[in-house]
């Protein structure tokens, strides 16, 4: 029975990270086997933040110099998160294509490809983006995951087949930019949902590469979102996305 429980903990703990992902956005944290959602449960989403939501770390590695240009806020599958100059461009059949090729467009292209790799925007949205937008070996296990989860969330919500799996309740409100090169930048993200016992924020962290003219994620390690998330206190060492119009 006990080997039944930490089984069943493990297989949710999993399908609620990957749909964070993104942008995404779904926010757990694992704690004693345990898991505390975030992002989906029957709530608003945080407002988009305001210019001041993110507080500077002064030890911290400081962003490369570029900020978010013609800023707007979308609501994508329940959650908020930012447009800009940067892209997307496209956003035709739910998808998200179409980023510029600089430090900042790696960011915005992460927060909409991560969200788009979730069970709530269905396999119509997150089958191609990952076939289309995904890169590295643990794609195909993502892939794998996904499909599960999908299934599991569709079930538990008795969804049509192929529809999306309900909504995700998360605001991406931050960002910090790692080592960068012109073709590949590592992204954090910070991410705000309602948890368990208040607002709760989860820090994303994903490697973005410049393949055929726009930039793709690539899949975590073992296709599992748990290996790139974790729960942080604070914005601390995060800039915050000025607040859209």
Same mark, same amino acid.
């Given at each position: 029975?006990?080997?039944?429980?930490?089984?069943?903990?493990?297989?949710?703990?999993?399908?609620?990270?990957?749909?964070?992902?993104?942008?995404?956005?779904?926010?757990?944290?694992?704690?004693?086997?345990?898991?505390?959602?975030?992002?989906?449960?029957?709530?608003?989403?945080?407002?988009?933040?305001?210019?001041?939501?993110?507080?500077?770390?002064?030890?911290?590695?400081?962003?490369?110099?570029?900020?978010?240009?013609?800023?707007?806020?979308?609501?994508?599958?329940?959650? %908020?998160?930012?447009?800009?100059?940067?892209?997307?461009?496209?956003?035709?059949?739910?998808?998200?294509?179409?980023?510029?090729?600089?430090?900042?467009?790696?960011?915005?292209?992460?927060? %909409?490809?991560?969200?788009?790799?979730?069970?709530?925007?269905?396999?119509?949205?997150?089958?191609?983006?990952?076939?289309?937008?995904?890169?590295?070996?643990?794609?195909?296990?993502?892939?794998?995951?996904?499909?599960?989860?999908?299934?599991?969330?569709?079930?538990?919500?008795?969804?049509?087949?192929?529809?999306?799996?309900?909504?995700?309740?998360?605001?991406?409100?931050?960002?910090?930019?790692?080592?960068?090169?012109?073709?590949?930048?590592?992204?954090?993200?910070?991410?705000?949902?309602?948890?368990?016992?208040?607002?709760?924020?989860?820090?994303?962290?994903?490697?973005?590469?410049?393949?055929?003219?726009?930039?793709?994620?690539?899949?975590?390690?073992?296709?599992?979102?748990?290996?790139?998330?974790?729960?942080?206190?604070?914005?601390?060492?995060?800039?915050?996305?000025?607040?859209?119009?």
């Amino acid at each position: 029975m006990t080997d039944d429980i930490t089984l069943a903990a493990r297989r949710h703990t999993r399908a609620l990270v990957a749909a964070v992902a993104a942008v995404v956005l779904l926010v757990v944290a694992v704690v004693g086997m345990l898991a505390a959602t975030v992002g989906r449960r029957g709530n608003p989403a945080p407002a988009p933040p305001s210019a001041t939501a993110a507080t500077a770390d002064p030890t911290a590695p400081q962003p490369l110099p570029s900020t978010p240009t013609a800023l707007r806020w979308v609501t994508v599958f329940g959650a %908020h998160l930012p447009e800009g100059a940067e892209g997307p461009r496209d956003t035709s059949a739910g998808r998200a294509r179409g980023f510029t090729h600089t430090p900042m467009g790696a960011v915005f292209a992460a927060a %909409h490809i991560s969200l788009r790799l979730s069970p709530q925007a269905g396999p119509a949205v997150f089958e191609p983006t990952l076939r289309e937008q995904v890169v590295g070996p643990d794609a195909n296990r993502l892939l794998g995951n996904l499909e599960d989860e999908y299934q599991e969330l569709r079930a538990q919500l008795g969804v049509t087949p192929g529809e999306p799996a309900g909504q995700l309740y998360s605001t991406v409100t931050g960002y910090r930019i790692g080592s960068a090169s012109p073709d590949a930048v590592e992204v954090g993200l910070l991410i705000e949902g309602p948890g368990q016992s208040g607002l709760a924020r989860v820090a994303l962290s994903v490697q973005m590469r410049w393949v055929d003219d726009d930039w793709a994620l690539q899949a975590p390690s073992g296709g599992d979102w748990n290996t790139a998330a974790v729960l942080v206190p604070s914005t601390v060492g995060y800039t915050g996305f000025p607040a859209g119009g």
